[in-house]
């Protein structure tokens, strides 16, 4: 346990402490010398976005309902705290008991996004723990990881002892029984890694390799111990009605990115939007019924004190009881000011019904994606929505009050022209016509549009997973002419930021090689590097340099379809000759219907989509 009065000394200087004290409303407080498994989730960013995750609350309410396991949680410090607590030779510790993070039997990190990746290492750093799996002994914890950035988990694959593919509410207990059982007898970790690799979803780095060819493309991987899968298969829960769902959310003492209770409605999407990674990853698709969400819901509401429920899914308005969900739970909240809202829309979803239902409480912002500017690009990307939906939807909203819409863009979209880059503006300037256009007795409110684009970072497992990221300079060239075209004030035009992008393409698409990079850049004072504040592009090119690593060869090549991808020893359930034929059909201008309206072949074999709608 850490000094806790150099930890008070500490807390005295920094900006926010309560990101350090733990002691919230609804966390555990175990005695860690009585549990037999202890682990500590690791969100690898600053306290409030990770407690913004809802599978860190998942996770961390699972492992904790099994009364001889603790789990705590551990985030990466921010500047000031970091600053403070090597000065004063502070490890990095958990907030639950301020034991050291190395004393854990385990490590687990959530990897959401590639650009906390230096957060990771500098996690490592701080709780004393070697990089290298390689140099860490039976002393150290085991070093988990899981998450949506595990799909492709080579980047990472000298620094972590496993990688969980998939959805963890299931996979999790089981490895923690493992060790639970094999810490009975004569214990090795590797004995243990070699067991925990039998596990589906479960992939060991060390008992693999890769070798290359003289181009520098991937020849093979392959494994080093017999009996081995040359395949890893994600895992998915299969029924979530059944699924573990904690009763209770730990409230933070401060604001976070996401003050209000999640509901889960349902995993998968069936729209088949080519850029999404998220909806080919977490197929097929599987909802909740309304009356266990119901059930959640008042479990989550008298245990946490939140007044707003957040209805959350990749395609929240694809659920297929929404309207008698939100009417039940608006009646049932409606007295009590706790009220509803919905994450960014689907245009051709929107439901005036459902809007009339949430309204009742408050009006949430309304936002919007349609992604791209022009129906040609809005095909190619396969995301099936019109002009027309667009017009219909503000056009109901502001005769129901709203002023404010925001819409979503992306920039470096696979095939694009100049011409579909300015439908960016004419889209926002026709949401604004429509609102001016209104008598002026029937306007309400201050009216802003605010357009945002980020650039299109190909993704794993996506059909735009061979396709070439726009350069840097491609990338300024679209965004400025977007934004020197835009001259009314009611108009904001926000876009992200390139370099960034650039860098974060070369981790999504990368391969084993990347590690040294990765030290490099850590070495160098990269960390927090999703903050646009605090990203140093300087030091990532000289890190890139150092390491005689060429970005482009990651990012900016458009790859053969034969080519063997770094992630390609992973089964995400979707088949690869799928993935193939939506990459033709983009490039085509062709779109696939929603998977709803019948099979698409994608390869889940076990999608109830099969037989509810053929």
Same mark, same amino acid.
């Given at each position: 346990?850490?000094?806790?009065?150099?930890?008070?000394?500490?807390?005295?200087?920094?900006?926010?402490?309560?990101?350090?004290?733990?002691?919230?409303?609804?966390?555990?407080?175990?005695?860690?010398?009585?549990?037999?498994?202890?682990?500590?989730?690791?969100?690898?960013?600053?306290?409030?976005?990770?407690?913004?995750?809802?599978?860190?609350?998942?996770?961390?309410?699972?492992?904790?309902?099994?009364?001889?396991?603790?789990?705590?949680?551990?985030?990466?410090?921010?500047?000031?705290?970091?600053?403070?607590?090597?000065?004063?030779?502070?490890?990095?510790?958990?907030?639950?008991?301020?034991?050291?993070?190395?004393?854990?039997?385990?490590?687990?990190?959530?990897?959401?996004?590639?650009?906390?990746?230096?957060?990771?290492?500098?996690?490592?750093?701080?709780?004393?723990?070697?990089? @290298?799996?390689?140099?860490?002994?039976?002393?150290?914890?085991?070093?988990?990881?899981?998450?949506?950035?595990?799909?492709?988990?080579?980047?990472?694959?000298?620094?972590?002892?496993?990688?969980?593919?998939?959805?963890?509410?299931?996979?999790?207990?089981?490895?923690?029984?493992?060790?639970?059982?094999?810490?009975?007898?004569?214990?090795?970790?590797?004995?243990?890694?070699?067991?925990?690799?039998?596990?589906?979803?479960?992939?060991?780095?060390?008992?693999?390799?890769?070798?290359?060819?003289?181009?520098?493309?991937?020849?093979?991987?392959?494994?080093?111990?017999?009996?081995?899968?040359?395949?890893?298969?994600?895992?998915?829960?299969?029924?979530?009605?059944?699924?573990?769902?904690?009763?209770?959310?730990?409230?933070?003492?401060?604001?976070?990115?996401? &003050?209000?209770?999640?509901?889960?409605?349902?995993?998968?999407?069936?729209?088949?939007?080519?850029?999404?990674?998220?909806?080919?990853?977490?197929?097929?698709?599987?909802?909740?019924?309304?009356?266990?969400?119901?059930?959640?819901?008042?479990?989550?509401?008298? @245990?946490?004190?939140?007044?707003?429920?957040?209805?959350?899914?990749?395609?929240?308005?694809?659920?297929?009881?929404?309207?008698?969900?939100?009417?039940?739970?608006?009646?049932?909240?409606?007295?009590?000011?706790?009220?509803?809202?919905?994450?960014?829309?689907?245009?051709?979803?929107?439901?005036?019904?459902?809007?009339?239902?949430?309204?009742?409480?408050?009006?949430?912002?309304?936002?919007?994606?349609?992604?791209?500017?022009?129906?040609?690009?809005?095909?190619?990307?396969?995301?099936?929505?019109?002009?027309?939906?667009?017009?219909?939807?503000?056009?109901?909203?502001?005769?129901?009050?709203?002023?404010?819409?925001?819409?979503?863009?992306?920039?470096?979209?696979?095939?694009?022209?100049?011409?579909?880059?300015?439908?960016?503006? &004419?889209?926002?300037?026709?949401?604004?016509?429509?609102?001016?256009?209104?008598?002026?007795?029937?306007?309400?409110?201050?009216?802003?549009?605010?357009?945002?684009?980020?650039?299109?970072?190909?993704?794993?497992?996506?059909?735009?997973?061979?396709?070439?990221?726009?350069?840097?300079?491609?990338?300024?060239?679209?965004?400025?002419?977007?934004?020197?075209?835009?001259?009314?004030?009611?108009?904001?035009? @926000?876009?992200?930021?390139?370099?960034?992008?650039?860098?974060?393409?070369?981790?999504?698409?990368?391969?084993?090689?990347?590690?040294?990079?990765?030290? @490099?850049?850590?070495?160098?004072?990269?960390?927090?590097?999703?903050?646009? &504040?605090?990203?140093?592009?300087?030091?990532?090119?000289?890190?890139?340099?150092?390491?005689?690593?060429?970005?482009?060869?990651?990012?900016?090549?458009?790859?053969?379809?034969?080519?063997?991808?770094?992630?390609?020893?992973?089964?995400?359930?979707?088949?690869?000759?799928?993935?193939?034929?939506?990459?033709?059909?983009?490039?085509?201008?062709?779109?696939?219907?929603?998977?709803?309206?019948?099979?698409?072949?994608?390869?889940?074999?076990?999608?109830?989509?099969?037989?509810?709608?053929?």
């Amino acid at each position: 346990m850490i000094n806790k009065l150099k930890l008070d000394k500490v807390l005295m200087k920094v900006e926010k402490p309560a990101r350090y004290i733990g002691m919230e409303k609804n966390s555990y407080k175990k005695d860690l010398n009585k549990v037999n498994v202890k682990f500590a989730f690791s969100f690898p960013d600053v306290y409030e976005v990770g407690m913004s995750h809802l599978g860190l609350q998942i996770i961390y309410n699972l492992i904790n309902s099994v009364e001889s396991f603790a789990c705590e949680r551990v985030f990466a410090p921010w500047v000031d705290m970091e600053r403070e607590m090597r000065k004063e030779g502070i490890p990095l510790y958990s907030l639950e008991s301020k034991e050291e993070v190395k004393n854990f039997d385990f490590l687990g990190f959530t990897l959401q996004y590639e650009m906390s990746y230096t957060n990771i290492l500098n996690i490592l750093d701080l709780s004393h723990i070697p990089f @290298n799996s390689k140099d860490r002994d039976e002393s150290f914890p085991i070093i988990i990881a899981g998450g949506s950035c595990a799909y492709n988990p080579e980047p990472l694959a000298n620094f972590f002892d496993l990688f969980v593919i998939g959805e963890g509410e299931e996979v999790i207990l089981e490895l923690l029984n493992l060790y639970d059982e094999l810490k009975k007898g004569p214990y090795s970790k590797d004995s243990f890694l070699m067991e925990a690799s039998k596990i589906e979803g479960v992939y060991v780095p060390k008992f693999y390799n890769v070798s290359y060819n003289e181009d520098g493309t991937i020849n093979e991987m392959y494994p080093l111990v017999a009996n081995l899968p040359k395949v890893i298969n994600k895992r998915y829960v299969i029924d979530l009605d059944r699924m573990y769902t904690p009763d209770k959310l730990i409230v933070p003492y401060i604001d976070t990115v996401h &003050d209000r209770i999640a509901l889960e409605l349902f995993r998968g999407c069936t729209r088949g939007c080519r850029f999404c990674q998220a909806g080919i990853l977490y197929r097929p698709i599987r909802e909740k019924s309304v009356e266990n969400l119901v059930k959640i819901s008042e479990n989550l509401v008298n @245990n946490t004190g939140y007044d707003s429920i957040s209805l959350m899914s990749l395609s929240s308005c694809d659920y297929s009881q929404l309207l008698l969900l939100t009417k039940e739970l608006m009646r049932k909240y409606e007295d009590k000011k706790i009220g509803l809202s919905l994450p960014s829309l689907r245009l051709d979803s929107f439901s005036i019904d459902i809007l009339k239902e949430i309204e009742k409480v408050r009006k949430s912002g309304l936002t919007f994606a349609p992604e791209a500017g022009s129906q040609r690009l809005r095909d190619v990307i396969n995301k099936g929505v019109t002009e027309d939906d667009l017009v219909n939807a503000v056009t109901y909203a502001f005769e129901e009050g709203w002023s404010r819409v925001k819409l979503y863009f992306m920039i470096g979209l696979p095939t694009e022209t100049d011409e579909d880059i300015m439908g960016i503006k &004419d889209l926002a300037y026709l949401v604004k016509d429509i609102f001016f256009n209104r008598p002026n007795e029937e306007r309400k409110g201050n009216f802003k549009v605010t357009a945002s684009a980020s650039c299109f970072v190909p993704k794993p497992f996506t059909p735009f997973q061979w396709y070439g990221q726009d350069t840097i300079d491609e990338f300024l060239r679209k965004i400025y002419m977007v934004k020197n075209s835009i001259k009314d004030k009611k108009v904001v035009f @926000n876009y992200h930021d390139a370099d960034l992008s650039y860098i974060e393409a070369i981790f999504a698409r990368g391969d084993r090689r990347l590690s040294d990079l990765l030290v @490099n850049a850590w070495r160098k004072g990269c960390k927090f590097d999703g903050w646009s &504040d605090l990203f140093r592009y300087d030091l990532w090119l000289e890190a890139l340099e150092e390491s005689n690593i060429d970005g482009s060869f990651y990012a900016n090549r458009t790859r053969d379809i034969n080519e063997v991808l770094p992630w390609d020893f992973i089964n995400s359930g979707v088949s690869k000759e799928f993935l193939i034929r939506e990459y033709k059909n983009a490039i085509d201008g062709k779109t696939t219907d929603d998977c709803r309206n019948g099979c698409r072949a994608c390869g889940i074999t076990d999608c109830s989509m099969r037989g509810a709608y053929n």
